[in-house]
C-alpha cells in the first residue's frame, strides 16, 4: 500500500524555539497533503490543506504565520511551528493524497512534539 | 453541534463478543464515509469506507443511512486485537476534507 513517512516522529524543545516537521509520500505522487492536530482525547482536526507548489488553506482559527506550510514538491511537505509555546504540544500528523476527492488518503505516522 | 459526533465509551466487551457502535453526522452534503481505527499513540488507519448498502469486511459490517445521518459499525466475535478506538469520519468541503469524530473506544478482554 501507500506508504507517508513524517519525521521526526518525536520532538522535545524549549519554549520559542521553531520546529519544522517533515511529511513524504515515497512511492506516489501526492498532489494534495494535509496537516491535522490531535490533543489527548481529542479528534483529529484539520489545520491547513496544501496542494504542490500553491499556497496552503488554512481551516479557521489556525494562524498561517504561526504554523508555516510549504509544499513545494509532489512528495514532500513541511509544517513549521514558529515560536512554539507549550500550548502549541500535540501530536502532529500529515496525510497525502494522489489527487481528487475519490481518492484515499494515506496518514504519516505522526509526531509528538513537546513544548517544555 | 459537533459536525461528527460519537459516544466516547470505552465500551468493555469480553472476547467473542458482538458489539456496535454509532455515529451522526452533521452536514447532508457529505459523499464519502470511513471507519478508521487508531491504536494509542498512534496514527488512524483506514478500516473501511461505508456506503449506503452496507458492506461487510470479515467480522466488521458497515451502515450509513442519508436519511438520518447515521452510521454504524458491528464487529462480530470480538478479538483483544480490536481493543482500539474507532474514529468515524465523513468527507466535506473541497479537496478531499476529512472531518473527524472523536471516536470511541473499545477494550476487549480476555
Known amino acids: 500500500g501507500a506508504v507517508v513517512s513524517q519525521h521526526p516522529s518525536r520532538v522535545i524543545c524549549k519554549s520559542g524555539t521553531s520546529v519544522k516537521i517533515e511529511c513524504r509520500s515515497l512511492?506516489?505522487?501526492?498532489?494534495?497533503m494535509f496537516w491535522y492536530r490531535q490533543f489527548p482525547k481529542k479528534s483529529l482536526m484539520l489545520m491547513a490543506t496544501?496542494?504542490?507548489?500553491?499556497?496552503?488553506?488554512?481551516e479557521q482559527g489556525v494562524e498561517k504565520d504561526k504554523f508555516l506550510i510549504n509544499h513545494a514538491s509532489l512528495t514532500l511537505s513541511t509544517l513549521t511551528v514558529t515560536s512554539a509555546h507549550p500550548e502549541d504540544s500535540s501530536f502532529y500528523i500529515c496525510?497525502?493524497?494522489?489527487?481528487?476527492?475519490?481518492?484515499?488518503?494515506?496518514f504519516g505516522d505522526g509526531t509528538r512534539l513537546s513544548i517544555l | 453541534r459537533k459536525e461528527v459526533e460519537q459516544d466516547p465509551g470505552p465500551f468493555n466487551v469480553p472476547e467473542g463478543a458482538t458489539v456496535a457502535f454509532n455515529c451522526t453526522y452533521s452536514?447532508?452534503?457529505?459523499?464519502?464515509f470511513f471507519w478508521y481505527r487508531q491504536d494509542c499513540r498512534k496514527e488512524p488507519k483506514l478500516l473501511m469506507s461505508v456506503y449506503s448498502s452496507g458492506n461487510e469486511d470479515g467480522r466488521f459490517t458497515a451502515q450509513l443511512n442519508r436519511a438520518s445521518q447515521y452510521i454504524s459499525l458491528l464487529i462480530r466475535d470480538s478479538k483483544l486485537s480490536d481493543s482500539a478506538t474507532y474514529l468515524c469520519?465523513?468527507?466535506?468541503?473541497?479537496?478531499?476534507?476529512?472531518?473527524f469524530g472523536a471516536g470511541t473506544r473499545l477494550a476487549v478482554h480476555p
Open positions: 512511492d506516489f505522487q501526492a498532489t494534495t
Open positions: 452536514n447532508s452534503a457529505s459523499q464519502s
Open positions: 469520519v465523513v468527507t466535506g468541503g473541497g479537496y478531499n476534507k476529512l472531518i
Open positions: 496525510s497525502a493524497s494522489a489527487g481528487d476527492s475519490n481518492q484515499p488518503q494515506h
Open positions: 496544501s496542494n504542490e507548489g500553491s499556497k496552503a488553506t488554512y
